[in-house]
Every structure is written in C-alpha cells, then in structure tokens.
C-alpha cells in the first residue's frame, strides 16, 4: 500500500518544483526521515543523479549494448560503470566480508541547496559503538 502513498507524495512535490528531476523528489522524501510531503516541499539539501548516472550503473551490472538501446531508445555504449555505492543517493551500504574484521569504506556524495541561500548545514552523525565516521568537508 505504500506505493500511493509515495506516488501521491511525489505529485504533491513535483506541483510545488516542476522542474525537480525525479532523483531529486525522491531526495526530498528520504531525508525527511520518512514520507512527509509537507517537509519535503523544503527539505534544504537535495541529492540528484542525472540519467547517465542510472546507465553506468546499468552498466556496471553487466547489462549488455542492446538492452541498454532498448531501455533508453539511444545507441548507448558502456565507457564506464558505477556500483550501487556510486549512486548519488542520500543513503549508504557497505557489505561487511566477514564479521570482527576491519572493514572501511569512502562514499561520495554531492547536495543541492533548494533552501534559503544564506543556509548553514551541519552534518550531525550518530554512530554505533566501534563505528567511526569522518565528514568531509568538515566545518566545526
């Protein structure tokens, strides 16, 4: 039943930014902790991705030239591929091999202010016991 819900959601945001690519409208409604559509009409940072972002992903999955032509209706080529971790997403998943053992990861993401333009963000982390996370760029 949820699906309605987000699609409904997504709708009522895209009437408030037309021109918010759906990347970003589904930015609005992560980081608002859960589907607020009255919070994620001003949700101050977004996350987007651009189609060819969704290709070398498809790439990187091993999809094949002409599956690619028939998804994008475009003669697409893979030059590059990304993992699921390279998305642009606001969320984050490292796959731990085994379990004690040391384990690191780098994710890098890019936000769009959509809010006032004067904004200051702070990035607040709450983390398990044992888990450190570093922010880059870090202002105190």
Known sequence: MSCPHVSGAAGYIK?????WSPAVIRSALMTTCQIDPIMAVNPGLVYDSTEIDYITYLCGLGYSQSVLQLITEDDISCFDTASAR???????ALKAPRPKHRL??????????????????????????????LVNPYNA
């Open 15 to 19: 009437s408030f930014h037309p021109t």
């Open 86 to 92: 390279d998305l642009n997403y606001p969320s984050f």
């Open 104 to 133: 690191s990861g780098s994710f890098k993401r890019t936000v769009t202010n959509v809010g006032l333009p004067m904004s200051i963000y702070r990035a607040i982390v709450t983390v398990s016991k044992g888990l450190t996370v």
